[in-house]
């Protein structure tokens, strides 16, 4: 069945390996070319209901709320049942996660350009186009984080009083600000004298560095932060969750997110810069 848990899932297709060396979990390149973009879309939609269960969790002790509930069922329902659902064959392949974390990368990417578009305009100041409508995203995905914590441990027969539940929720919001320190990175001016070297040589040093610096700073943001919520679920409710799971996946999904991301933005902002120099030239010979 297309619905069955992840891990029985994969004992089952040890099972038929060594049985009948069929490999139900198999696919093609193309397979998984053509599962991305239903990918990127879940991993955007997931992020962005996130946040608001998020909030409704941090106000709701036992998050057993039929609007929690909703938003759980609603967050499942992208991943597993929707148009934007991976085959269950493909769903745990790596090239799944990696596109799934482009898409969540999106959402903190918008708010931080929305951000700067809005302290452009003077809207809001400086300090809070960088820092305030990320943050503002960032805080409660970051409480889902513990959210999803707190189940897994009820699954497995533990409980977490209400002061445990609060505090773990308080501390992964606080571990979800960490999301804003790449973004902000990755968005500062492009420094003018970046646009000066035209050099192809130079411009393929500049798009290393950019990846480089990028994959180190997203991908010790997100595999730090993981390890983070797992140390504070471990430390306030649970004797059985894992600490440090998914802590491969997160530093290398991450930082290659992070890293094509900073690449890519840079890139934009030398070619305007570029431009910008080109007709400041053209003005002072006319």
Known sequence: PDNIDPVKRSELASAIKRQYDLDIDKVSILDRVADSPKSIVR?????????????????????????????????DYIREDSIFASDPSIRNKYTTKLAEGFGSFGPFLGAGLAGRALARKGVV????????????????????????????????????????????????????????????????????????NPEINARI??????????????????????LAQDLTARGLYSDTLPIGESFFDELTIGGIVGGTAKA?????????????NEYAEEKIKR
């Not at 995905?141 to 609060?166: F, Y």
């Open 264 to 276: 890519v933005i840079n890139s934009l902002g030398r070619k305007r810069q570029g431009i910008k």
């Open 205 to 226: 040093t500049q798009i290393a560095k950019d990846f480089t610096t990028g994959f180190a700073a997203e991908g010790a943001q997100e595999s730090l932060a993981s």
């Open 125 to 196: 100041s400086p300090s809070v186009g960088t820092f305030g409508l990320p943050a503002a995203l960032a805080v409660p995905t970051g409480i889902s984080e513990q959210v999803d914590r707190l189940e897994k441990a009820r699954n497995m027969g533990e409980e977490a009083n209400a002061g445990q539940e609060i505090l773990s929720e308080l501390i992964g919001g606080a571990i979800g600000l960490s999301e804003i320190v790449p973004i902000a990175s990755f968005l500062k001016k492009v420094p003018k004298s970046a646009a000066r």
């Open 43 to 75: 991993g955007g939609l997931s992020t962005l209901v996130g946040a608001p269960l998020g909030l409704a969790a941090l106000f709701d002790i036992g998050n057993d709320s039929s609007l929690v509930k909703g938003l759980q069922g609603a967050r």
